[in-house]
């Protein structure tokens, strides 16, 4: 069973930024894609960018040009670099991979932006 681990959540001032994490226990290059995705509280689950296997990017308008998604193939890692923060970025962000039809998902990592 794959298992992924965010981390890297906080609390932060707007403006500011953070980078998220996401550990896989499987070789990343074996999902077809990996993306992060947030649900504030009240609303649902949406996608925020997501990784290819070729590693190709996509992100929502609302995150374009602020956060970025990278990875390291060699650790096994997933990240999210946020920047330019506002309070309409807080949530949980969730680390997702897909296999194979099969989703897998993290247990979440909350940020909070203060405002």
């Known amino acids: 069973q794959v298992q992924l681990v965010e981390s890297g959540g906080g609390l932060v001032q707007a403006g500011g930024s953070l980078r998220l994490s996401c550990a896989s226990s499987e070789n990343i290059l074996s999902f077809f894609f990996m993306g992060w995705y947030r649900q504030a509280p009240g609303k649902q689950r949406e996608l925020v960018a997501t990784i290819n296997f070729r590693g190709t990017t996509d992100y929502v308008d609302l995150v374009k040009g602020r956060f970025v998604i990278s990875r390291d193939s060699a650790k096994n890692m997933l990240y999210l670099e946020m920047n330019l923060l506002k309070a309409e970025d807080s949530a949980v962000y969730y680390c997702?991979?897909?296999?194979?039809?099969?989703?897998?998902w993290g247990q979440g990592t909350q940020v909070t932006v203060s405002s």
């Open positions: 997702k991979a897909r296999r194979n039809a099969n989703d897998y």
